[in-house]
T-cell receptor, first 114, second 111 residues
Framework: DTEVTQTPKHLVMGMTNKKSLKCEQHMGHRAMYWYKQKAKKPPELMFVYSYEKLSINESVPSRFSPECPNSSLLNLHLHALQPEDSALYLC?????????????FGSGTQLSVL | DQQVKQNSPSLSVQEGRISILNCDYTNSMFDYFLWYKKYPAEGPTFLISISSIKDKNEDGRFTVFLNKSAKHLSLHIVPSQPGDSAVYFCAASEGNNDMRFGAGTRLTVKP
């Protein structure tokens, strides 16, 4: 199994809603990531979990709350989002290689905030 | 501050010819460089990589060249095929966890 699975594929939510994005991998990877990508822009790193601990938080607003329940799962909890948060949210995973990361990406969740 | 730049948003090439995609970076601490390919409605998939101790890495039709003094890398695809049409992202990392992406170049290979 070389897949990173993200659910849901599409999500529409209001600014007062609470929702969660889910990500799962069974490759034994010990690093997992959330990226945000707006149209015609590069993916921007949001969070990195390494061995189930948050190792990087790129100054992301608190309305985004990551969670790593175990080494195979990564969640992103959303609350009180703004319309400008509408984007493609990509999950990725990687081994802890000796030399250089190689990310495996999911297909993403296309989020629209109304 | 965008540390990885792909200045050509699009490139169109005839089938069978060479495609050359370019990428520039500003952070001299980057030690690993990767190219990803993205089809619509899919996540990016890894294509090829190169570490900073090398200047060339080849994998089949794909070759990545690194010029550290110019802080420039390029991806050569030869011969180009229609199935290569996609968005190509250049990425660079410092260490294992901090990867930065360029904005992408949309490659169209015409039959």
């Amino acid at each position: 199994d070389t897949e990173v699975t993200q659910t849901p594929k599409h999500l529409v939510m209001g600014m007062t809603n609470k929702k969660s994005l889910k990500c799962e991998q069974h490759m034994g990877h010990r690093a997992m990531y959330w990226y945000k990508q707006k149209a015609k822009k590069p993916p921007e790193l949001m969070f990195v979990y390494s061995y189930e601990k948050l190792s990087i938080n790129e100054s992301v607003p608190s309305r985004f709350s990551p969670e790593c329940p175990n080494s195979s799962l990564l969640n992103l909890h959303l609350h009180a989002l703004q319309p400008e948060d509408s984007a493609l949210y990509l999950c990725a995973s990687s081994q802890e290689p000796d030399r250089g990361p190689k990310l495996f990406f999911g297909s993403g969740t296309q989020l629209s905030v109304l | 501050d965008q540390q990885v730049k792909q200045n050509s948003p699009s490139l169109s090439v005839q089938e069978g010819r060479i495609s050359i995609l370019n990428c520039d970076y500003t952070n001299s601490m980057f030690d690993y460089f990767l190219w990803y390919k993205k089809y619509p409605a899919e996540g990016p998939t890894f294509l090829i990589s190169i570490s900073s101790i090398k200047d060339k890495n080849e994998d089949g039709r794909f070759t990545v060249f690194l010029n550290k003094s110019a802080k420039h890398l390029s991806l050569h695809i030869v011969p180009s095929q229609p199935g290569d049409s996609a968005v190509y992202f250049c990425a660079a990392s410092e260490g294992n966890n901090d990867m930065r992406f360029g904005a992408g170049t949309r490659l169209t290979v015409k039959p």
